[in-house]
């Protein structure tokens, strides 16, 4: 589980890096509580507590469900659209950061030349990518689906390990080990005792 832990802490701050310069402030909130519950997982399973491991696995649901947002939205599945603000909650008009800094992507400022417009405003034109940042962004979406998938497997096996140690925990000393309507194997020989003193 460690081991595991360790890639999904990986994958996600790697992923929390690049929705940072990005400003996609939906992903770094969504990344951000990736991080935490997967901690929380990991201290769940060595800490032997499985509520832990529960909220965990709860939680890996509703991440595999939303990566599967992502890749939809990215891929404009249902009517959504890459082109909106959505990823950003309509504060600012913030792309993915692959969009420009693409493997192989040529990224050229363009200036105005109307006089209308702001000096500092500038149009952005990228050529050259080997790989659209649609691409990109599904491909990172689908490594947390898989790492996701496996993690949510592994948990429910601990949980259920976990809860067979629980009903086989031995409480009264022997309890699980022989029923209680049949003697022991070990047998004590019980001998009555001498009174010291006259009884009245």
Not at 99 to 122: M, N, Q
Not at 124 to 134: E, K, L, P
Not at 144 to 168: K, N, P, T
Not at 182 to 187: G, T
Request: aromatic fraction near 16%.
């Amino acid at each position: 589980m460690f081991c595991l832990c360790v890639f999904l802490q990986l994958a996600a701050l790697e992923r929390q890096i690049f929705d940072f310069l990005g400003f996609q402030w939906a992903p770094i909130l969504g990344n951000f509580l990736q991080i935490i519950v997967v901690i929380l997982g990991l201290f769940g399973t060595i800490q032997f507590r499985p509520r832990y491991i529960v909220v965990y696995t709860v939680w890996t649901a509703l991440w595999v469900t939303w990566n599967v947002f992502i890749i939809c939205f990215y891929l404009e599945v249902g009517g959504l659209s890459k082109e909106t603000d959505l990823m950003t909650f309509n504060i600012s008009m913030h792309r993915s950061w692959w969009r420009e800094h693409g493997p192989g992507c040529v990224r050229r400022v363009v200036r105005p030349s109307s006089p209308g417009i702001l000096e500092d405003y500038s149009y952005v034109s990228v050529t050259g990518c080997i790989i659209d940042f649609q691409y990109l962004e599904v491909i990172h979406s689908a490594i947390q689906i898989l790492l996701s998938l496996i993690g949510f497997v592994y948990a429910c096996y601990v949980i259920s390990i976990f809860m067979e140690e629980e009903d086989s925990f031995d409480f009264i000393g022997g309890l699980d080990t022989y029923s209680y309507r049949q003697p022991p194997q070990e047998h004590v020989e019980l001998k009555p005792v001498k009174p010291v003193g006259k009884v009245l």
